[in-house]
């Protein structure tokens, strides 16, 4: 019972990290209908920022606000001068998302080199939590807890504001909301940035228990990609869920069967886009 | 400024253009073209402008390729190989024999594919001598047969301790001064059973070939003292997360038996103690894994109380040995860990042979024969290579302990000269069946 409770929580956490992770990448795709491959890069780019944060002054709150927003800037900056260079042109846009990864890649190793780091946790969660015979980090938790209050406000930005009813009017039509009068440009741009952020996020975030280090951008990437294709491209329901069955596949099935690490995530992703094309959540 | 951006764009940006359309945009295009194109010429010229080598020595120069996974999980410990080939020129002045030596360092990325292509070019474009390092078991196992057909001496240094690699089909031209999957954990295994009194074990490993005859070894010699392994556990190599691996871990052995390597271990180790393990259950580690010196400023407080076992450790109380780490301490700023003085005594003993054939190196036969030779006063104290050029060697027991605010690991017991046949006939040894083939044969 014990094991089955510790594991659950595991996954859970794992999942909700996914979340945040996958939350941007699918809002990006919904709304301009590209993959931004960049999105491991900004995971990475914010774990690290975090990381050097966290040397300087020794707070892991003032890391999880600041690296996000170098993040997002970085973000905007992209979309603003290479991205909407290429408007509606979307494979150039992917292929340019993928060369900026690709140069992130070399920059974070020329800049930090091919160390794998982990972060330092906070103090007041360094500890682990007792309920009975159950011992468990109480990091996790938080990660669980972070993941699920901004699962909550991503949902009231996009149901309940005006920006939220542009958003989820561009992902329907973008042709008509422009036709609306509403400014595309500015729109795109500032989700693009706040993809960037929550990629950050999720790298400050998972920096304790994930880390930091060459080739996570691209092992991220990956996972993201299995989430947002398992829940349905730019649904944020779909990111939810299917961060969360991938989580709970991950942990349950990586422990018993560490040769089929792989293929427990992917190959119900198989199947998944075989019943369902467009995912659990996604729209044709 | 606006006015001139307009004239560019000729309005394009401004017509609706139809959702995933190919619309071009030929201006953009174009002078991104030609972005590339001067990007191209600026680098080509670079290129040619760069100084090219120097007029060549009266004696040409001995090349050593140093192979080592400076990127990838194992960074950390990779760092050491080089450092230890570098101090050890410092020390001869980069000359061995009055010929000038040359090391060049390939970063192989922990992947065997890589291994192979950075030693080719190592061998083909840079003509190396020799090569040192490598901690992949697997990748030293993917260059033996290349290494073997272009007969170039290779010194394995960094780890790679896997049983196949000196014992089936063994090269002359590959030795290993590192040290072999069964020769460290055999007398942790049997410390463990007589001294720390346990009886029970689970063993945890990273799941590649060197990490499991590692723990295999601890497991056979466990059993052999009178032990019982009951459960094995493998995860992959660069696991992010252990939480799933130690959620599984049965809570009613008396020791874990790890081998996780690099930035797996410290995440291994602080995953272990935040689960509340920690003081509950013994951790041995096999070999240096989690208490590889190079990791123990991140692992160190929940490494506290570890045991290891291992051929080499900066708190050896030898004259030779201080020597050793106050020079790699000034030239460095830190311990020199396992893989420093491998990849040291790696050097040393290519300078041996080379005093022994009077500088050349390019006689191969004779240079060969003259490594196999070896007899040096290491940092570790002596060492010499066996029938299957694999180092004779010390092993040391040591306990992580805080010594003032230092964590440091203490020697608690020396067995000297062990090999890697444990004292058998070589013969005998190498009928037994491989380490790697006993995975998933305990705790049935």
């Given at each position: 019972?014990?094991?089955?409770?510790?594991?659950?929580?595991?996954?859970?956490?794992?999942?909700?990290?996914?979340?945040?992770?996958?939350?941007?990448?699918?809002?990006?795709?919904?709304?301009?209908?590209?993959?931004?491959?960049?999105?491991?890069?900004?995971?990475?780019?914010?774990?690290?920022?975090?990381?050097?944060v966290i040397e300087r002054t020794g707070s892991f709150l003032l890391a999880l606000a600041i690296a996000p927003l170098c993040v997002a800037v970085l973000g905007l900056l992209m979309y603003r001068f290479l991205l909407r260079r290429f408007q509606h042109v979307a494979l150039a846009q992917v292929l340019l998302t993928f060369g900026v990864l690709f140069i992130c890649a070399d920059f974070t190793l020329w800049e930090w080199g091919g160390y794998s780091?982990?972060?330092?946790?906070?103090?007041?969660?360094?500890?682990?939590?007792?309920?009975?015979?159950?011992?468990?980090?109480?990091?996790?938790?938080?990660?669980i807890a972070t993941g699920v209050v901004i699962a909550l406000v991503l949902w009231l930005v996009l149901e309940r504001t005006t920006l939220g009813s542009m958003v989820r009017a561009g992902v329907d039509d973008e042709e008509m909301v422009r036709g609306l009068g509403i400014n595309t440009p500015k729109l795109f741009t500032a989700v693009f940035a706040l993809g960037a952020f929550l990629a950050a996020l999720s790298g400050v975030i998972g920096g304790?228990?994930?880390?930091?280090?060459?080739?996570?951008?691209?092992?991220?990437?990956?996972?993201?990609?299995?989430?947002?294709?398992?829940?349905?491209?730019?649904?944020?329901?779909?990111?939810?869920?299917?961060?969360?069955?991938?989580?709970?596949?991950?942990?349950?099935?990586?422990?018993?069967?560490?040769?089929?690490?792989?293929?427990?995530?992917?190959?119900?992703?198989?199947?998944?886009?075989?019943?369902?094309?467009?995912?659990?959540?996604?729209?044709? | 400024?606006?006015?001139?951006?307009?004239?560019?764009?000729?309005?394009?940006?401004?017509?609706?253009?139809?959702?995933?359309?190919?619309?071009?945009?030929?201006?953009?295009?174009?002078?991104?073209?030609?972005?590339?194109?001067?990007?191209?010429?600026?680098?080509?010229?670079?290129?040619?402008?760069?100084?090219?080598?120097?007029?060549?020595?009266?004696?040409?120069?001995?090349?050593?390729?140093?192979?080592?996974?400076?990127?990838?999980?194992?960074?950390?410990?990779?760092?050491?190989?080089?450092?230890?080939?570098?101090?050890?020129?410092?020390?001869?002045?980069?000359?061995?024999?009055?010929?000038?030596?040359?090391?060049?360092?390939?970063?192989?990325?922990?992947?065997?594919?890589?291994?192979?292509?950075?030693?080719?070019?190592?061998?083909?474009?840079?003509?190396?001598?020799?090569?040192?390092?490598?901690?992949?078991?697997?990748?030293?196992?993917?260059?033996?047969?290349?290494?073997?057909?272009?007969?170039?001496?290779?010194?394995?240094?960094?780890?790679?301790?896997?049983?196949?690699?000196?014992?089936?089909?063994?090269?002359?031209?590959?030795?290993?001064?590192?040290?072999?999957?069964?020769?460290?954990?055999?007398?942790?295994?049997?410390?463990?059973?007589?001294?720390?009194?346990?009886?029970?074990?689970?063993?945890?490993?990273?799941?590649?070939?060197?990490?499991?005859?590692?723990?295999?070894?601890?497991?056979?010699?466990?059993?052999?003292?009178?032990?019982?392994?009951?459960?094995?556990?493998?995860?992959?190599?660069?696991?992010?997360?252990?939480?799933?691996?130690?959620?599984?871990?049965?809570?009613?052995?008396?020791?874990?038996?790890?081998?996780?390597?690099?930035?797996?271990?410290?995440?291994?180790?602080?995953?272990?103690?935040?689960?509340?393990?920690?003081?509950?259950?013994?951790?041995?580690?096999?070999?240096?894994?989690?208490?590889?010196?190079?990791?123990?400023?991140?692992?160190?407080?929940?490494?506290?109380?570890?045991?290891?076992?291992?051929?080499?450790?900066?708190?050896?109380?030898?004259?030779?040995?201080?020597?050793?780490?106050?020079?790699?301490?000034?030239?460095?700023?830190?311990?020199?860990?396992?893989?420093?003085?491998?990849?040291?005594?790696?050097?040393?003993?290519?300078?041996?042979?080379?005093?022994?054939?009077?500088?050349?190196?390019?006689?191969?036969?004779?240079?060969?024969?003259?490594?196999?030779?070896?007899?040096?006063?290491?940092?570790?104290?002596?060492?010499?290579?066996?029938?299957?050029?694999?180092?004779?060697?010390?092993?040391?027991?040591?306990?992580?302990?805080?010594?003032?605010?230092?964590?440091?690991?203490?020697?608690?017991?020396?067995?000297?000269?062990?090999?890697?046949?444990?004292?058998?006939?070589?013969?005998?040894?190498?009928?037994?069946?491989?380490?790697?083939?006993?995975?998933?044969?305990?705790?049935?």
């Open positions: 019972m014990d094991f089955w409770i510790v594991q659950t929580l595991n996954g859970l956490s794992f999942g909700m990290l996914l979340f945040l992770l996958a939350a941007g990448l699918s809002l990006v795709f919904g709304l301009m209908r590209i993959v931004n491959l960049t999105h491991g890069s900004f995971y990475l780019l914010g774990a690290y920022i975090g990381l050097a780091y982990v972060l330092p946790k906070p103090t007041f969660l360094a500890a682990s939590l007792t309920f009975g015979h159950i011992v468990f980090p109480s990091y996790r938790l938080f990660v304790p228990f994930v880390g930091a280090y060459p080739g996570a951008d691209f092992e991220v990437l990956l996972l993201a990609l299995v989430v947002v294709i398992i829940g349905g491209l730019g649904s944020m329901r779909g990111a939810f869920v299917g961060s969360l069955v991938v989580g709970l596949l991950d942990t349950f099935g990586r422990a018993p069967f560490p040769e089929l690490a792989m293929f427990t995530i992917f190959a119900p992703m198989a199947i998944i886009l075989a019943l369902r094309p467009h995912g659990l959540f996604g729209r044709a | 400024m606006v006015g001139g951006k307009r004239r560019h764009n000729h309005g394009l940006q401004d017509i609706p253009l139809k959702k995933g359309g190919t619309v071009y945009q030929p201006r953009h295009s174009l002078a991104l073209a030609i972005g590339v194109l001067t990007l191209l010429v600026v680098m080509t010229a670079g290129i040619i402008g760069a100084p090219t080598t120097p007029a060549a020595e009266t004696k040409t120069p001995i090349k050593i390729g140093v192979l080592a996974p400076l990127s990838g999980p194992l960074a950390v410990l990779a760092r050491d190989i080089v450092d230890g080939a570098r101090l050890y020129m410092d020390e001869v002045n980069g000359e061995m024999v009055g010929r000038k030596v040359e090391l060049t360092v390939e970063d192989y990325e922990f992947k065997s594919a890589v291994a192979l292509t950075k030693t080719k070019k190592l061998v083909e474009r840079d003509g190396v001598h020799a090569v040192v390092g490598v901690i992949l078991s697997a990748a030293a196992i993917a260059m033996k047969d290349y290494i073997h057909a272009q007969q170039v001496p290779f010194i394995v240094s960094g780890a790679a301790v896997a049983e196949p690699l000196m014992m089936d089909k063994p090269s002359p031209y590959v030795f290993r001064t590192t040290f072999s999957a069964s020769q460290v954990p055999t007398p942790l295994a049997k410390f463990t059973y007589d001294k720390l009194k346990a009886r029970t074990a689970t063993v945890i490993a990273g799941d590649t070939v060197g990490t499991i005859e590692l723990v295999m070894g601890f497991a056979r010699a466990f059993e052999e003292a009178g032990g019982k392994v009951v459960q094995e556990i493998y995860a992959p190599i660069g696991t992010t997360d252990f939480g799933p691996f130690i959620g599984r871990l049965r809570r009613d052995v008396d020791v874990v038996a790890a081998l996780v390597a690099g930035a797996d271990g410290i995440r291994f180790i602080k995953q272990y103690e935040e689960f509340g393990l920690k003081g509950k259950i013994q951790v041995v580690d096999t070999a240096p894994g989690i208490t590889d010196i190079a990791l123990l400023p991140s692992s160190g407080p929940s490494a506290l109380g570890m045991y290891a076992s291992q051929p080499y450790v900066y708190t050896i109380d030898n004259p030779r040995n201080q020597k050793f780490v106050q020079a790699f301490h000034t030239k460095y700023g830190r311990e020199p860990g396992g893989p420093a003085e491998a990849t040291y005594v790696a050097l040393a003993a290519i300078h041996q042979a080379l005093t022994a054939t009077g500088g050349n190196i390019e006689d191969k036969a004779k240079f060969l024969e003259a490594l196999r030779h070896m007899d040096l006063d290491a940092p570790r104290g002596h060492v010499r290579f066996d029938k299957y050029q694999n180092i004779i060697t010390d092993v040391m027991i040591t306990r992580i302990d805080k010594v003032g605010d230092q964590i440091v690991p203490v020697v608690v017991e020396t067995i000297p000269g062990v090999d890697q046949f444990l004292g058998m006939a070589p013969e005998a040894y190498i009928k037994r069946p491989r380490l790697v083939t006993l995975k998933g044969t305990f705790g049935k």
